[in-house]
């Protein structure tokens, strides 16, 4: 292995969340149990040594005045999209700067939607997606994704339709890859999802900010490139920070093919008077698009052997979870209503248990999925079997 991957950091002390903050006020990790951080979507791993190098580059000009955006941070985003997402004939005109994805999703639901207008999401939901509607008083209208025979999430477009229709909905929310399952969908997938929005004169933001993180055997398709319509009815947003951990440095962008939905765009975010980018963050994306490819593949392959064997586990240690092996992200989704049913445990007290055990997972309730945990894959498996081994014991001791 060529970069390290296998490193337990110690992440407490440094300012991450991740490491300081458990999410359940009532949940308190036991006296003398360290916590294994698996909850919020950013890896325990050190980030592409490329990276910190563009950053000390930058550093050494001992000033930081005032800037543009260079040559060099859109030609690194043209470069990445043609040779790892298969986009042609972008433009640096058609990305716009964003202070992080959710950001930029705000800026496009306010000016596309009024005050109490309904937004069509996908369900598990992304909670950051339900807290941007609830802070602009717009409703999420959720249409359930559901697993098929083979255990593969999937949309029902039938459902979409209805939901479009009923609620006169104009605008949705596309998490691709999603978020919190996993799923990478497949180009017919989008297609059909991109037709039914069509149908009913829907605009489209899609978030992709999980787009580099594909694992091996699936292959991530832009929402914008299976038509000519989607392009024109579609804000794509995308970033560095998931796929090389740098969610702490802000710097996200946003990809619009249509001209008045750019201008639009761009001028929701003027307003705010604070959507301009930190010119560290812009090193970072830099030396993450021209150099960090062979520290992504390497990654992936981590990954990749991390959600293998998690599932596996869970399997054994929660028998009747329904759980997709992740194709994309380093997230994990269990639907554990079967198991909770046939133990008679609720699944607050198996929270509890986790991260009574150092195992700090989140409530996947907050998705909008019932008796359901998300757990964060992106760390040394020597923590990851670690972890496993606590959430064995736990269960145990729940079920005795």
Known sequence: MTFDFTTVMKREGHDLIAADMIPYEEFRVKEGVSSIPMWVADMSFPTAPCILEEIRKRISFPNFGYFSASDAYYQAILDWHRERKGTEGLTREEIGYENGVLGGVSSAVRMLTA??????????????????LEDLGRKAEHSPLSMDENGIWRMDFEDMDRRLKQGKIHLAIFCSPHNPTGRVWEEWEIRRAMEVFAANDCTVISDEIWSDLILPGHTHIPTQNVSEDAKKRTIAFYAPSKTFSLA????????????????????????THYNSQNVLSMAALIGAYTGGGPWLEELLGVLDGNAEYAC???????????????????????????WCKAKGIPIRDLQKAGVEAGVIWQDGEAFFWPDS????????RSRLEEAMNRLRNA???LSA
């Open 373 to 380: 945990i998300r757990m964060n894959l992106a760390l040394p």
């Open 115 to 132: 005050p109490g207008d309904r937004i069509l999401l996908h369900a598990p939901t992304y909670v950051g997606f339900t807290h941007v």
């Open 248 to 271: 702490g440095l802000i710097g996200s962008y946003h990809v619009a093919y249509d001209r008045t939905l750019r201008d639009r765009l761009r001028r929701e975010g003027e307003m």
């Open 312 to 338: 596996e586990e869970l399997r054994s240690i929660f028998p009747g979870v329904r759980v997709m092996r992740p194709q994309g992200t380093y997230m994990l989704f269990l639907d554990l209503g079967d």
């Open 395 to 397: 269960a145990a001791g």
